[in-house]
C-alpha cells in the first residue's frame, strides 16, 4: 500500500528536485504532457529578449557571425550530441523531424543501392507516429523506384520480417502512444546483421532515456527537441549520422546552408565535407536559440539519473493506479518491464477522450490519442513523487463520476 | 545638383516618415540592409514575451489551440496574400524557401507529366540566388527521370531558350545581385505561350514592390519573410500557389501537417483538399509567430505608396551616387529603368568587399555580395531621403580614403 506520506519521504529524498525551479509552471497545474510540448526553461525569456532585442534589434545583420547564427545547427547539436552518445559533429539541429527523416531515408537508400539495387523494402510501425510513414510514403512515390512499404505490427515481428530484400527499417525508440522502448543495440545488431540501415527516431526517448547512439553502433537517427528537451513550440529538429555514412552520399534537399563554400555562390551545387550536407535552408534562428536553455540543463545533471527517476515515477504511476483506480475500467498499455518502457504511462479506457478533458479541468493535464488512449508524460526534471499521487487521485474522481 | 536641404524637404513631405517608428534601430545607423535582414519591428519584443511567457509557459499545450499556433500558418500566409494579391487560402507560411521551391517545383514537374512526359528542361537563372539551381540540381537527381537544368544568362535570353521540351522556368521576380526586376505579367504570358509552367521566387521581391499573383496570371511563387517584410532571422518562408492547381498533385514532402485528418493517425497520407497539403512537420512557432509584426505594418499602407517611395530613395541613391562619387571607380549594375528596378541598388567596385567593411565601421550598413558588388538596400518605412544623402556622403569619404 503506498501513501501520500511514502511519496513526500520520497520527495525529500530526491537529488532531482532541485532543477524544477529552472522551470516555469503555472501554479496549480500537474503537468503530465511534457513529451507533448515541454515546459518553459525560465532562461527562455531572457534568452528571447537577448536574441530579439539586441542580436536581431542593434546587431543585426552583423549576428550571423558575432552571435553565432550561422554556426547554431552545429554547435546546438554538438550540445544535444552529449545527451546521445554523439561524436563532435555528428548532430546537427535544423529543419522538422519529418524532413530530417526525408533526408536520412534518402541518404540510407542511396548507400544501400550503392552496394545492391536489388533491396527494395523499408519496414516501418504500423503504431508509428504517422510522420514516419508518411514522409517514407511521399519519398517512395517521388523516387518510383519499385519501393515498398512493410509495416509491421508489433516490435517482435520485425525479426520475421526482415530479410535480404530488406534496404532499410524506421523505428521509433519509444513509440508516442504505447510507450515502448527498443533495445537499441540488439535492434541495430538485428537490423544489420541483414545487411539493412535503421533509422532511428527518438522523438519521444531524446531526453527521457539514456541513447548512446555509437556504442549501439546505429546509424541514423532523428528527432524532436521541444517534448522531453524543453526546446519551445515546434523547435527546429535534430538529426544524427554516424560518421562513417556522413560523406557517403549527397542529400537530396540540398539548400545553400548544405553547401561546401555557401558564400561563394558557386552555379551548382557541392556538399560540406560534413555533418552540415544534412542543412538546406535558413534556419528560424529566435526558435532554434531558444532549444538551448533547455539542453543546458539536461547538461548539468546525467541521463542515468534522469532515468532512475522516470523509472521510478512511472512505476508509481502505474501501481498507484493500480491501488486506487481498480475496477474503474483502465487497462495499462505501456510496458512493465524497465527494459522496455520508456517515460509516459498510457491508459486505454472506452471514454478516454472525456477523461482528459476532465483531467484538464482539474489541472491535470495529459493528452488523449486514438483509440481511446490517456497518456501521462513523466518528466523526472520538474514532477514529484507527490504530483503523480495527486494526479492518479483526480484519475480516480473522475472515473468515479463518470460511472 | 541634389543637396542636402533637399533631402531635408523631402524628408518633411514622406507621407510613409510615420512608419520609422514602429521600428527600432540602433542609434547612429543607416540600415541598407534591410534586403537581407530586416529592422525588428518594435512589436516583436511584446510579441516574443506573449508567445513565450503565456502561450507557452502558462498556457503550454492548450496553446495549439487557444493561440492559433496550429492554424498559424494559413492565418499568416492570408495576411501576406493581401500584399501580393492572393485569394484567400492560397498562400502559407512554413519551412523555408529552398523546400518550399522543392515543393512547388514537385507540384509543377507532376501537373507537366499529366499532360505531357516529354518535356523534361526546366529553365533557371545562372545569376539567381544559388540555394534554388542547388534545389532544382537535387530534385532531378533524385527523382532521376532524364530532366536537366538549362540555365539562361540574362532575362532577354529566356525567350530564345523557352520552347516544347520547357517543364518549368525558375525566375527570381527581383535578382539578389543586380536588382533586375521581371515584369511578372508578360513573363507568365511567354512561359505559358510555351506551354510550360513558372515558379516566381519573391525574396528579393515581396514587401518591396507590388506583386499580384492573380492578375498577372502567376502559377506558383515562394519567397522569405525575413528581408522587406521584417519577420525576424530566418523566419519561415511563404508559399503562395494558384488555386486552379491547389489540389492538382500530392506534393512529395508529405508530412502529417499537410494530411486532410493529422489527428486521426491514420496509417496511410492522404492529402489536405486545400493549401494546407503543402504543410509538412511542426513549425517554430515562436520565430513564425513575430513575422506577423511586420506584415502588419505593411498592411497599415499599401504596396503602390511604398513602391513610390522605394524608386524616389533608389533614383536619389544612383543621382547622389553620380553627382557625389564621379571618378571614383563605381559601375551601376542594377536597372535605371524603374520597370526593371527592385529596391536595392548595386555598384560594382574592384575593393567592393573592403568598401563594405569600411562603411560599416562608419554604421552604414549594406553588405557585399560576390563579385565585386556593394549591394545597399532601400527599405521605404524606415529609411530617411537624408539618410540616404548621409550614406552616400560616407560612400565618398571611404571612396577618396581608398584612392
Given at each position: 500500500m503506498i501513501t501520500q506520506e511514502q511519496c513526500q519521504q520520497w520527495d525529500a529524498k530526491d537529488t532531482l528536485a532541485i532543477f524544477k525551479n529552472q522551470f516555469e509552471l503555472p501554479q496549480g497545474v500537474i503537468y503530465l504532457d511534457g513529451n507533448s510540448l515541454g515546459a518553459k526553461p525560465r532562461q527562455a525569456t531572457e534568452q528571447a529578449q537577448a536574441v530579439i532585442n539586441q542580436q536581431w534589434g542593434t546587431d543585426l545583420i552583423n549576428s550571423w557571425n558575432k552571435a553565432g547564427w550561422w554556426d547554431l545547427p552545429v554547435r546546438l547539436g554538438n550540445k544535444i550530441g552529449q545527451l546521445i552518445g554523439a561524436r563532435e559533429n555528428e548532430t546537427v539541429v535544423t529543419d522538422t523531424t519529418s524532413l530530417n527523416l526525408f533526408k536520412v531515408l534518402a541518404a540510407a537508400v542511396d548507400i544501400q543501392q550503392q552496394k545492391d539495387?536489388?533491396?527494395k523494402i523499408i519496414i516501418a510501425e504500423r503504431d508509428s507516429f504517422p510522420t514516419d510513414i508518411y514522409m517514407i510514403e511521399g519519398f517512395m512515390a517521388l523516387i518510383n523506384q519499385g519501393y515498398q512499404l512493410q509495416l509491421i505490427d508489433?516490435?517482435?515481428d520485425l525479426a520475421d520480417s526482415?530479410?535480404?530484400?530488406?534496404a532499410v527499417v524506421v523505428l521509433s525508440h519509444v513509440n508516442y502512444r504505447t510507450g515502448y522502448l527498443h533495445n537499441m543495440a540488439s535492434t541495430n545488431e538485428l537490423v544489420h546483421s541483414h545487411g539493412a540501415l535503421l533509422i532511428w527516431d527518438l522523438c519521444h526517448s531524446i531526453g527521457a532515456v539514456p541513447i548512446d547512439l555509437n556504442s549501439s553502433n546505429s546509424d541514423f537517427a532523428i528527432g524532436c527537441t521541444?517534448?522531453?528537451?524543453?526546446?519551445?513550440?515546434?523547435a527546429p529538429a535534430m538529426l544524427w549520422v554516424h560518421h562513417r555514412y556522413q560523406t557517403a552520399f549527397s542529400q537530396?534537399?540540398?539548400?545553400?546552408?548544405?553547401?561546401?563554400?555557401?558564400?561563394?555562390?558557386?552555379v551548382s551545387y557541392t556538399p560540406a565535407d560534413n555533418i552540415r550536407r544534412y542543412l538546406c535552408g535558413t534556419q528560424p534562428i529566435v526558435s532554434m536559440s531558444l532549444i538551448e536553455c533547455g539542453v543546458d540543463i539536461f547538461l548539468q545533471t546525467d541521463m542515468q539519473a534522469v532515468r532512475h527517476k522516470s523509472l521510478q515515477l512511472t512505476d508509481l504511476l502505474i501501481n498507484l493506479t493500480e491501488q486506487e483506480c481498480a475496477g474503474l475500467g483502465l487497462t495499462l498499455i505501456t510496458p512493465r518491464k524497465h527494459e522496455h518502457r520508456g517515460s509516459h504511462v498510457s491508459l486505454r479506457h472506452p471514454h478516454g477522450y472525456a477523461i482528459v478533458q476532465a483531467l484538464i479541468a482539474r489541472g491535470v493535464i495529459g493528452d488523449y490519442r486514438e483509440p481511446e488512449v490517456i497518456r501521462l508524460g513523466v518528466t523526472p526534471?520538474?514532477?514529484?513523487y507527490t504530483d503523480i499521487w495527486q494526479a492518479v487521485q483526480h484519475l480516480k474522481q473522475v472515473l468515479i463520476n463518470q460511472e
Open positions: 539495387n536489388r533491396r508489433t516490435p517482435a526482415i530479410n535480404q530484400h530488406t521541444y517534448k522531453y528537451l524543453n526546446g519551445g513550440p515546434g537530396p534537399l540540398s539548400g545553400w546552408w548544405g553547401h561546401e563554400k555557401p558564400f561563394d555562390m558557386a526534471l520538474y514532477l514529484s
